[in-house]
């Protein structure tokens, strides 16, 4: 497994992206949040304190989800600038008013300072430029036998118009996005235990290319290092609706455009420490290590 950033992100476009303040989130972004929702069914441990990584650009709804399913739970919510802290504040808390926010913990907008036993990160790593260096903070926030949830697009995301630009001779749409396997392999490198991954291909209808763009706009930006150097002009866009609206259209008339999603899901285990002539642990995760230790 390769341990180097993904060759075909352009990291100043990933900070852009990341930096945004987006008014609500995607909508494919909630709608893939609500099916990894359903998934914690399946897991047992109730987390005492968890985190939500980026919920602007992941998914918001899916917030007042989770804290119905772990009522006791104190969260937390992470995201990148003090502008997107104040709008996640003012998105997620609830009101003064309301009976729920004085029957629940109030989420923190703060970085925990202790780990916690669940970090949930919808629709992220595929817009990271380095997403080892995300998992390994992931990890470093987790305590021992936490777990995360996490979910990201996969390879044939985008398949229908990556090959009318190849036949174009254009540039590419989009950056190449990682194999569920490969993530499987950097999620076992990072340290983490028992990581189960999977996919799911979603279809999605438009009407019309301009419906599909605005969409794709509002989906993610092309992150690609060899994208279209500049502005294009009114042409270009003509002939891109053109063959989007003649080779995407299926039997029922609508243009069809394919997703896939990545879904993963892993422990932190208990460290194995090496005998060496010095070792050094963080104090934080050696706490936690010897908080288990009873």
């Not at 009101?95 to 913990?105: G, Q």
């Not at 109030?106 to 260096?133: C, I, R």
């Not at 090959?163 to 001779?169: H, K, M, Q, S, T």
Request: charged share 20%; aromatic share 10%; with cysteine.
């Amino acid at each position: 497994m390769s341990t180097q950033r993904p060759p075909s992100i352009d990291p100043l476009a990933s900070a852009r992206w990341s930096a945004q303040l987006p008014a609500q989130s995607p909508w494919l972004h909630e709608e893939v949040a609500r099916r990894m929702e359903e998934r914690l069914q399946w897991i047992v441990r109730q987390p005492a304190r968890w985190l939500h990584w980026s919920p602007l650009q992941g998914g918001r709804k899916v917030h007042e989800q989770l804290v119905q399913r772990y009522p006791k739970a104190q969260s937390y919510v992470q995201q990148g600038s003090l502008a997107q802290v104040q709008m996640a504040r003012s998105q997620l808390q609830q009101a003064w008013w309301k009976p729920a926010r004085w029957l629940k913990p109030e989420p923190q907008f703060t970085v925990p300072a202790e780990p916690v036993d669940l970090l949930w990160a919808n629709m992220a790593l595929h817009m990271e430029a380095d997403p080892q260096a995300l998992i390994q903070q992931w990890y470093a926030a987790l305590a021992v036998d936490g777990f995360l949830m996490f979910s990201c697009l996969g390879p044939d995301t985008l398949k229908e118009v990556r090959r009318i630009y190849a036949e174009l001779d254009w540039p590419a749409p989009c950056h190449d996005f990682t194999d569920m396997h490969d993530w499987g392999d950097m999620l076992v490198h990072a340290g983490f235990a028992e990581p189960i991954m999977d996919m799911e291909r979603i279809t999605l209808t438009y009407s019309s290319a301009e419906t599909l763009l605005a969409d794709l706009r509002e989906l993610g930006r092309n992150l690609h290092t060899h994208r279209f150097p500049g502005l294009r002009g009114k042409q270009w866009r003509n002939t891109l609706c053109e063959k989007l609206n003649r080779e995407l259209r299926g039997s029922d008339g609508h243009l069809q455009l394919t997703f896939e999603v990545v879904y993963g899901h892993a422990f932190k285990p208990t460290p194995r420490f090496a005998m060496q002539a010095e070792s050094r642990v963080p104090l934080m995760q050696l706490k936690s290590v010897l908080g288990k230790k009873k």
